[in-house]
């Protein structure tokens, strides 16, 4: 059997897996303030599950994996998971996205997985009060000791910031600021219509134009150059240890060299973000599927990858209404 390759010619070797839709906060952009209707346990796909597709992935040329949620450490067990995953020689990165309010008694083990290499570090304000009102939880302590401790480790951290108008866009060089003494990336992201509701009503469009506008208001910076496949433009400010980038996800310039696809929790493939789903693989493995039946199904699935976003969203059965809990953040 041949690779992954969509009939753009994209070679797929990424894959995000969502490893529950459970989350311990409620992000404004991402839920309503009552959380979501999280689904039974049992219509989850199983660590089991999981690790399956994973491996056949890997043996059709996918190298790289990302963990999300929901909130992945809220998952009991995900631990034993992550060493589970990291016996997958075929498998060359594992890396997790996070909210940190639970990841601080992990990072020593975390460290001594050679295959974790890179944590995503949700983070959206520096002001506690204005964290507490994103998240509708009083946790940002534990957020900002674990943003800390990881920064210390030997793990490539990022940042995650997703920009909301009104809001947090007077913080954006106070991100960027960290980056000159820190190591580290800090990853500026386009608000998405993903929050369980729909997309809300803002005031001001903080797009990918307005963001790098803002930087450069304060700071001289250099386009850096970054892989083909790259989510983000990034940038560094001259002198600086880290640097920046801005992840244009709803102007979707980014999507002529995408290489990934999504399984959320339950089984759902997506070959888009923006798509709803085109397959449950859950029930699909339930049934009695072989790996080779679903060596079959992955190469015939990334054959039907829409060009773009834009395509993927037209092609919806219904309106983007999901929560990214529910998609796999």
């Not at 999300?68 to 075929?90: I, V």
């Not at 134009?209 to 150059?225: A, F, M, N, P, V």
């Not at 102007?251 to 696809?261: A, E, F, G, K, L």
Request: aromatic share 8%.
């Amino acid at each position: 059997m041949h690779g992954l390759i969509d009939s753009f010619g994209r070679q797929i070797n990424y894959v995000r897996l969502a490893v529950t839709d459970r989350c311990n906060l409620r992000c404004q952009y991402c839920m309503p303030a009552k959380g979501i209707d999280i689904v039974p346990r049992k219509e989850l796909l199983s660590y089991k599950e999981m690790y399956r597709i994973v491996r056949v992935l890997t043996e059709l040329g996918v190298t790289k994996v990302r963990l999300t949620g929901g909130e992945p450490f809220a998952r009991r067990d995900f631990m034993n998971f992550l060493e589970m995953l990291s016996y997958n020689d075929l498998l060359e990165d594992i890396n997790i996205t996070t909210n940190g309010a639970l990841v601080s008694k992990h990072i020593k083990t975390l460290e001594s997985l050679e295959k974790v290499k890179n944590i995503n570090l949700s983070i959206d304000s520096l002001h506690p009060d204005k964290f507490t009102k994103i998240t509708r939880r009083d946790v940002f302590s534990e957020v900002y000791e674990a943003f800390e401790l990881l920064e210390k480790s030997s793990l490539n951290l990022k940042l995650n910031v997703v920009v909301q108008s009104n809001f947090n866009t007077n913080e954006i060089n106070d991100f960027v600021r960290l980056t000159k003494e820190k190591d580290i990336a800090v990853r500026f992201i386009e608000e998405m219509p993903f929050n369980g509701k729909g997309q809300r009503d803002i005031q001001e469009n903080w797009n990918f134009k307005r963001i790098l506008h803002e930087i450069q208001s304060e700071y001289d910076i250099t386009e850096l150059i970054s892989e083909k496949s790259s989510t983000s433009r990034n940038y560094q400010v001259d002198g600086f240890k880290g640097n920046i980038g801005i992840i244009p996800a709803f102007t979707r310039t980014i999507c002529n060299d995408c290489n990934r696809i999504r399984v959320t929790a339950t089984g759902t493939f997506k070959n888009c973000l923006f798509d709803d789903g085109v397959f449950n693989l859950r029930d699909f493995i339930r049934d009695g599927a072989s790996n080779d039946d679903l060596k079959e199904l992955f190469l015939k699935l990334v054959k039907e990858k829409p060009e773009n976003g834009f395509i993927a969203e037209a092609n919806r059965k219904g309106n983007v209404s999901e929560s990214m809990s529910t998609i796999g953040g």
